[in-house]
């Protein structure tokens, strides 16, 4: 029997590479997700239209799935959110009265939680500037799930591209001061969580991805 696979926040960069991906290798795909417009038709995948940040509509979509990849976002912006926050709070909620034990796969990036003292001054730095209001939330978002009964795992990359699949990059989940965090391609961030979510190896642990 083929793994059933829930993605939430799968119509575009990493989310929807994992669809896509996920379709590949034989999977039966749910999406929840608040447009459907990008996803592609095919028998093996459901979409569900609702917001992560509603608990019954997550409930809905992790009814008999395997595992779950979570790869929310807010786009381009830049600016302060409770997107990660709200979508935990619903998550909690939702785990609560379904007292479900699917591992949640969850893409955050290399910066939120304990990860940025293992950044570059000058990396740091930027980030801060430049997306602090958005990895703050996401940090506390961290804080949330690891304080609650959800099984769960934080994939951290490095500074995402849209360059090809090559199944060759590092995992890196004992941090360390000398290692470094490059470049990652989207589609092998997908590939990682497609991996985990099949047989979950990295649970309670933060991997960073990088080449």
Not at 177 to 201: F, G
Request: positive net charge.
């Amino acid at each position: 029997m083929s793994k059933q696979i829930t993605i939430i926040g799968a119509t575009a960069g990493v989310g929807l590479l994992c669809v896509q991906q996920g379709l590949e290798r034989g999977y039966k795909i749910i999406t929840l997700s608040r447009s459907t417009n990008t996803l592609p038709d095919h028998p093996r995948l459901v979409s569900i239209k609702g917001s992560a940040t509603h608990s019954e509509d997550i409930k809905k979509a992790i009814a008999g799935s395997d595992a779950v990849i979570v790869t929310l976002g807010t786009g381009k912006s830049m600016k302060a959110t409770t997107l990660y926050t709200d979508w935990a709070t619903a998550l909690i909620k939702a785990q609560k009265e379904t007292q479900t034990t699917i591992p949640f796969i969850i893409l955050t990036g290399f910066g939120a939680g304990n990860s940025s003292h293992y950044q570059g001054f000058f990396i740091r730095t930027l980030m801060k500037v430049i997306l602090g209001a958005v990895y703050k939330n996401k940090t506390s978002m961290e804080e949330m799930i690891a304080a609650s009964p959800v099984k769960w795992e934080y994939v951290r990359p490095g500074m995402l591209s849209n360059g090809p699949l090559t199944g060759r990059y590092r995992v890196i989940t004992d941090y360390n001061k000398s290692m470094r965090i490059n470049k990652i391609a989207r589609a092998d961030v997908a590939h990682y969580m497609l991996n985990q979510a099949e047989n979950p190896t990295d649970i309670g642990k933060c991997p960073a991805l990088s080449y």
